[in-house]
């Protein structure tokens, strides 16, 4: 869970996650954050003593380097499944025990805003909808993503699927980094299932999205389908 300026979301989401009927544990990755999460998360690993553990990184490095290095660092435990989800509540914490049972049939699990049964927050304006839908489409037309939900942030993992990842590769540091680990694994041949979620608009604090982060993800696009040429189906023993 990457958080940047999260003092207000976190400790609720942080019980949430690890109150729910599963053995789950929990890394915030925080970005050096001016209004205090880092410590706020610190004095939380307290409270669940062996679940909840913190990285610290200096500075504002952006969502791709927060999970590749969080990826990093789970998969030095036993986990069986890694998860990736926002700290702010627009993704519902309960979807983790479905998330997890798609898993039984699939190698990753997506949380999808795009499919019966999901949707977007009934008060965003029509603009702000129609521009999340076609981002979603405009990416599945490039990239021939088998998934409806591939720009979203919400999913859990297999744990071999990560483990044989070329995270190295994987450059994106924006909001496109959730297409480009989407279209790495479809290359590689793995399957997704999506779980429908309601997105609900964050509880607290300003999003971190802009009118140049959405510029600059219609262009990367593009450039993925060269950068990832080279990726071919992995030997896939379900």
């Known amino acids: 869970m990457p958080t940047y300026n999260e003092a207000e979301n976190l400790p609720q989401i942080a019980a949430t996650v690890l109150d729910l009927p599963a053995p ?15 410590e706020i998360a610190e004095k939380l690993a307290l409270d669940y003593p062996g679940r909840l553990s913190v990285m610290h990184r200096k500075g504002k490095l952006g969502l791709g380097t927060a999970y590749i290095q969080g990826f990093r660092q789970v998969l030095e435990t036993n986990a069986d499944a890694i998860g990736q989800m926002d700290a702010d509540f627009s993704h519902p914490p309960r979807k983790i025990l479905e998330l997890a049972a ?4 699939s190698d990753v699990a997506v949380g999808s805003r795009y499919i019966a049964g999901g949707g977007l927050d009934e008060n965003w304006p ?5 521009l999340s839908s076609f981002g979603n489409l405009y990416t599945r037309i490039i990239l021939n993503l088998p998934v409806k939900d591939g720009t979203g942030g919400f999913r ?3 744990r071999s699927v990560l483990e044989n990842m070329p995270l190295d590769s994987i450059r994106s540091n924006g909001y496109v980094f959730q297409v480009e680990m989407a279209y790495v694994a479809h290359r590689m041949g793995y399957r997704f299932k999506e779980i429908p979620i309601y997105f609900s608009e964050r509880r607290f604090g300003t999003s971190k999205m802009s009118f140049r982060i959405q510029v600059e993800a219609a262009i990367r696009v593009w450039q993925l389908l060269w950068i990832h040429r080279g990726v071919k189906p992995v030997d896939i023993n379900h």
């Open 156 to 158: 859990l993992w297999r």
């Open 102 to 105: 798609a898993l039984e049939e």
């Open 126 to 130: 029509a603009w702000r909808k129609g």
């Open 24 to 38: 789950v544990s929990l890394l915030i990755v925080d970005d050096g954050s001016p209004d205090g999460t880092g």
